[in-house]
């Protein structure tokens, strides 16, 4: 099975699976909010990093903001471009990761995966930390509880995913569709209100001066440009979450490559619309923010200001909307929204990529569908668990959890679209039709100037970056494709040293010895006895292990008395332990009988609480742990239901039911014949 | 089964199968250092704590030492006198658990156990604290990372009692000895320079002024007796281990209450003469200590001393031995390691009172020994976690942790005193002897001095010491409390839902359906299928579930081919996954035929690490454990050994030899016929 088919079965099964659940394609309107909603909110966060970036050269460095703006805007189109041409040539929605393992082979694939996944992981860090900081706006007592208050709203949006409370259409369209009404309308509201009716609108920090270690203020030769570069390489982070659209092609309506195509130009006029807007409002209205870790701060008639610093966005709409709170107040909480949906989307895409990449055998299997919902919400968890790290770490400040981000987004750009070009080389070879050629070749142009532009963004981003936190990033990534590697080395092992030989068809054991573990003379004891006497085994007995005296000679006594149709042993036990005595007995009857099989029956308590499975089955744990290093041997746990195991009972019944309402979490969908 | 004898089998069971491996009971001089490290080591931070709380009142406080060192003696005297008389009541060594549940009941014994677990806590964390403190004087890299470096202490303490390491006698014999021989020889040398050869000895903060925070300096009414009270109940930690020999009275010699209570009355002498005197020499030479953290420091000249400060015991043995650094080392090293022996005694006692609890249904059954030494690793680990949580959260400050630590000792204390006060009430009314009468009523006199001053001492401590943290050892010991309770009261709860009626000998199923799944061809599946066609089940198949259409495919084939014998069922996976569908089969033979038991077969790769564990068998667990709550329904896992599970039997065959080195560890003594 190639990576091809595996992905289109993982996307198209899907998709089929929630079809016959009354699940439509999506038209463009609604694709466009589904897979944008990343791509737009990093507007939110762009301009800011650029601003404050420039700030390390004093009040002169804002000026150049406009400039670094425009070149972000020229990559994010020639990016738009080049994906223009994935989404036509892999219409199967395998996106970047499927690109670079059909063309430059499995390694490639594997760094591309590295790279997304720790992506995944850094969006949600930032998105959630980025709507942290918009949020203080509106909810000031925030400040200074950054870290933990991002961490918690990562563990709601975990909790809200393991419930598999899927999103519809709907639900991304509101809050995308208002996020962008709510900003180009601030960016229209504030160029009509300087230009037309020509108010000198300034921001608050408008009259504000920088100082501190500015220590790029001279503003010469190489410093100048090495600011440039990482003002530059921040802002790039706008670019991230262009790539969702490939992912998602088999979700569109009919011509599916034709309306993502179009979906991904009108996401691209959208994304620039918005953060050139942002940047030029901000240079009109002075608006402005300093980097305070590096030491530079703000003052105000030589005072030094001491206030939290507001983001740019709620700047901008403080001063656009002077007189108007609900503006405000709109811009504020959809900027919010739309960075908390945007973590959400890595909450969904995560989960996929390390299923496929367990299916290949590049991650545990544990991560794979086949263990249904559960696989997904082990990716669920480990996606939170590492993002909550990271804001932690880094006390959910953007700014530097910026440095680690947009490393991983252009890895896999480049090598995407190095791939790309391959890919229209190697068809070129066998393509005789001229007008296809000529497309083609066109096509092949416009990957091979993508690769330039993310090529040298990705040299520029590492050199820039790389001791202000890239490296991490790398040093993560590296890390992931060694520990993925292993895996799959390992998994390829297993199999070698199980595939089966026609000999092992014949080889049947020649009798079974049956032995029953009785610890106390209980329900599940009698239960494990009587389902072993009706296995007819060639023998059968009971064991029970001398730990003390008194107990022993109870279960002794009772067992005469009630005479359940075997025999009772009773193994001395010198040390008072039930483990090891019973472990070299078992041990000792099948080195014994080297051709036959030893059916151990441990009775098992089943409970319905976490907490009761601390309190029981212990020893039936550890003696199974134990058997299973012995040939020949098979424990049957023989489970005794107690009253609590209702309630277990109860929760699955209920998690169908819900997965039921929620179709394609990925979860059994069958709410009929479920418990017993 | 009483409480009594679950003491006594614990015990002297343990003793005998020690005693077969030639090791002998104790003398007196070999049982003193065994016992008395805890006791012992106790001198080395009572006095700074006695000192640093005066210095809260200025220099004018410290005047104040000798007289509370000699009430601190005066009480230790008549503890040690009370528990002469358990020694000879109670010779089973059941010490204070023992004396309340017998006398008083079930809750006081449970009230002793909640304070004597937490104090085995604090044991561990205070004196490794104080250790890493002494430790400072020889190796000042030390100071400001006392926390990491206590933590990584009681990890290696932790390592060291997981291994099984225990220690002979002579292993505590040489520090305690060599600590005792230190300390008494400190005192002694420096009595003499003073007294004798008449020199001025001086300590290094003899000149020191003591400023700030002293609000306390008035030095009247209540503030006086209220800090005199906070000093007196700091040096009471004293008395911390006195409790041990009683616990220990059955590994000494015969006539062995008679021994012990020689040995108790050792013991009191030497820490008596080890307190008083470092007290003593310390208001000779001035060493004194400041509370820093109350916001007290020391001055010299007007100028702030900002040195980190000397524990007394460094400071005395610097200026004893001046001229002779050997002295000085040789204290020090002595007062640290009797510091590190004490804690590790903490690690013997806290699994040997958890596993009679847990004996007794108050704690998880894995805490007790049934389970072989995993029971005793258990509780550990569980002890050092929560040792190392509170050096780290308290940065091992002895000063902080000491505030917690005596009110467990002292809960324990009287409420033992209470229970002795029974006991020889109860005897009384029996007794008719008049020689035994007028022993017996001369005891009760003796134990009603000890619960009076046991008692008063409680009740300063609590008072003097409840807002500085010893609200933090109530609440725990509260916490344990009820959690003890609520386990045991499940416990008693699934014993009468298990318990035995006759007519559950008499319902045998009447038929077996054996059915193995199969998700991959391979070596596990086929020995599956051969082992369950051996068990000669009513009928028999095997089922695959149609998660992947082409791997399906494959399967279908070659089992065609194989022929192995038994039918292949398939079946159908809409949503592509395996869990859910076979559960839902196995449901349906189950209810068909509610009379029969239904045998499922799992393939289950047995694997020699435990990283390879996350990478195998989550499909055979998933099922397994829905199974679980399916009535009618055994799971039989059956293993396949990779070549990897040889490390682990490797680890095992290690693990048991070791134990054979080192008896007394609870571990399994037979080093033939492991592994396989």
Not at 41 to 61: C, F
Not at 575 to 603: H, L
């Given at each position: ?308 610093q507001e983001t740019i966005m709620a700047q901008l709409a403080a001063t656009v909307f002077d007189g108007f709170p609900l503006g405000f107040i709109f811009v504020i909480a959809m900027t919010m929204i739309i960075l908390f949906l945007a973590a959400n989307t890595a909450f969904n895409g995560f989960p996929v990529l390390s299923s496929i990449l367990a299916r290949h055998g590049f991650l545990p299997k544990a991560l794979s569908t ?220 099948s080195s014994g009988n080297p051709r036959d099989v030893v059916m151990v029956y441990v009775p098992e308590l089943v409970v319905g609480h976490w907490w009761e499975r601390l309190l029981h089955n212990q020893t039936s744990l550890l003696i199974k742990a134990r058997l299973a290093f012995v040939r020949g041997v098979i424990t049957a746990a023989v489970p005794y239901q107690l009253a609590s195991s209702r309630y277990a009972i109860d ?26």
């Amino acid at each position: 099975m190639n990576v091809t088919d595996a992905l289109k079965r993982v996307l198209v099964g899907r998709k089929l699976a929630s079809a016959q659940l009354g699940e439509t394609l999506l038209p463009k309107r609604i694709a466009l909010p589904v897979f944008a909603s990343d791509a737009l909110s990093s507007v939110a966060y762009a301009p800011d990093e650029i601003i404050l970036t420039l700030s390390l050269a004093g009040v002169a460095g804002f000026v150049f903001s406009w400039q670094i703006a425009i070149v972000v805007a020229v990559v994010m189109a020639v990016v738009v471009l080049s994906y223009r041409q994935t989404v036509h040539a892999y219409p199967s929605g395998g996106g970047d990761f499927e690109v670079a393992t059909v063309n430059l082979g499995p390694n490639a694939g594997l760094t591309v995966a590295s790279a997304l996944l720790v992506d995944y992981i850094l969006t949600v860090a930032v998105s959630v930390s980025s709507g942290v900081q918009n949020a203080k706006a509106l909810f000031p007592f925030m400040v200074g509880h950054e870290g933990i208050i991002a961490a918690v709203i990562i563990l709601i949006l975990m909790g809200l995913n393991l419930r598999g409370a899927r999103e519809s259409g709907t639900v991304f369209a509101i809050p995308t569709y208002g996020f962008m009404f709510a900003v180009l309308g601030m960016i229209v509201v504030g160029m009509v209100r300087i230009f037309v009716v020509g108010e000198p609108l300034a921001a608050p920090t408008a009259g504000f001066d920088v100082v501190g270690d500015t220590y790029y203020s001279q503003l010469t030769g190489f410093a100048l440009i090495a600011l440039l570069a990482r003002a530059f390489s921040s802002g790039s982070a706008a670019l991230t979450g262009v790539e969702a659209i490939s992912n998602g092609v088999p979700a569109f309506k009919e011509p599916k490559s034709r309306n993502a195509a179009t979906t991904l130009a009108l996401l691209g006029v959208v994304a620039i619309s918005m953060l050139t807007g942002i940047i030029a409002l901000a240079n009109l209205t002075g608006a402005k923010m300093v980097d305070e870790h590096a030491g530079v701060y703000f003052t105000q008639g030589g005072v030094r200001v001491t206030d939290h610093q507001e983001t740019i966005m709620a700047q901008l709409a403080a001063t656009v909307f002077d007189g108007f709170p609900l503006g405000f107040i709109f811009v504020i909480a959809m900027t919010m929204i739309i960075l908390f949906l945007a973590a959400n989307t890595a909450f969904n895409g995560f989960p996929v990529l390390s299923s496929i990449l367990a299916r290949h055998g590049f991650l545990p299997k544990a991560l794979s569908t086949r263990g249904d919902r559960l696989a997904y919400s082990n990716g669920i968890i480990l996606l939170a668990l590492a993002a909550v790290g990271l804001v932690l770490a880094f006390n959910a400040s953007v700014t530097a959890l910026i440095q680690l981000y947009v490393v991983g987004v252009f890895v896999s750009f480049t090598v995407s679209q190095l791939g790309m070009l391959r890919h229209w080389t190697r068809h070129l070879a066998t393509e005789v039709d001229p007008a296809k050629r000529r497309h083609m070749k066109r096509s092949r142009v416009i990957n091979a100037i993508g690769l330039t532009f993310t090529g040298t963004v990705l040299i520029i981003v590492l050199a820039s970056k790389f001791i202000y936190g890239a490296y991490l990033a790398i040093l993560a990534m590296a890390v992931l494709f060694v520990v993925m590697k292993l895996i799959s080395r390992h998994y390829q092992q297993v199999e070698r040293e199980t595939a089966l030989s026609p000999s092992d068809v014949r080889l049947l054991p020649s009798r079974v010895h049956a032995v029953v573990l009785v610890t106390d003379l209980d329900k599940p004891a009698m239960r494990a006895v009587t389902f072993a006497r009706a296995s007819r085994a060639n023998s059968l007995e009971a064991v029970t292990v001398a730990a003390e005296d008194d107990h022993t000679k109870d279960i002794r006594q009772q067992w005469e008395a009630l005479d359940p149709g075997i025999p009772l042993k009773i193994i001395a036990s010198p040390y008072r332990e039930v483990v090891g005595p019973f472990v070299r007995y078992i041990k000792g009857i099948s080195s014994g009988n080297p051709r036959d099989v030893v059916m151990v029956y441990v009775p098992e308590l089943v409970v319905g609480h976490w907490w009761e499975r601390l309190l029981h089955n212990q020893t039936s744990l550890l003696i199974k742990a134990r058997l299973a290093f012995v040939r020949g041997v098979i424990t049957a746990a023989v489970p005794y239901q107690l009253a609590s195991s209702r309630y277990a009972i109860d929760r699955v019944v209920r998690r169908e039911r819900a997965a039921w309402r929620h179709p394609g979490t990925g979860t059994v969908h069958s709410g009929s014949n479920q418990g017993e």
